[in-house]
Structures are given as C-alpha cells and as structure tokens.
C-alpha cells in the first residue's frame, strides 16, 4: 500500500513561516494532483491548496497569498510553503495524491496527517 509521508509540522507564532513537505513510498505511473488539505475538530476537511501535473496551482481563499504550494515530479514530493500564519490556520494537514494507473484506474493516497499549530 502507497505510503505518503509528511514531514515539517509544528508551532509557529502569528506571522510566521513553516514549510510542509510530502513524499511517496512509491512511484505511479501519473500524479494527476498533488494537494494538501487540512482539519480541525469538529469540522470538514477542506482544500488547501493543490497543484496538477500541468502545474496548475489552486487555493482555498482563505490562503491566497500566504501559502504557495509546489511539486517536484521527478521526486514526487510536494510542498506547502506557509507564510504570514495565522491562529485559524491551525489544524492537522494531510497530503493528498490523485494517481492514475496505465490502466486509467484513478486513485486518492493520503498521509497520516501532520499537526500545524499557530499560537503566540
């Protein structure tokens, strides 16, 4: 089973910076989306922030601006760059890969999630 492992949660102070990186234990034979995806108690999880196999990067509003996600294909990892952070950022962050297979068998891969706390 594909394993997507997280790594650079922790606590930062408002204003401040972290940097989310996730990788694969695996390869596939395409990653359509590389993404991340956050949640707090009681609620959904929700986007993030996402970026496909053309490049193109999407944003959940609430961080246009702040966070910048980005990917390396060859190694298959993605980051999220977080900046400007604030206390309702916080929440446990998950990585997320859509892979398809050469017999077009379209798959989600998730990690075990990485807890972002912001707090002065």
């Known amino acids: 089973q594909t394993q997507l492992l997280e790594s650079g949660g922790g606590v930062a102070q408002p204003g401040g910076s972290l940097t989310l990186s996730c990788s694969a234990s695996?390869?596939?034979?395409?990653?359509?989306?590389m993404g991340w995806h956050r949640q707090v108690p009681g609620k959904e999880r929700e986007m993030v922030a996402q970026?496909?196999?053309?490049?193109?990067?999407m944003y959940a509003e609430s961080v246009k601006g702040r966070f910048t996600v980005s990917r390396d294909n060859d190694k298959n990892t993605v980051s999220l760059q977080m900046n400007f952070l604030r206390p309702e950022d916080t929440a446990i962050y998950y990585c997320k890969f859509k892979s398809l297979s050469a017999e077009d068998e379209i798959r989600n891969h998730w990690g075990q999630g990485t807890q972002v706390t912001v707090s002065s």
């Open positions: 970026v496909s196999d053309s490049g193109r990067a």
């Open positions: 695996e390869s596939f034979y395409r990653i359509l989306i």
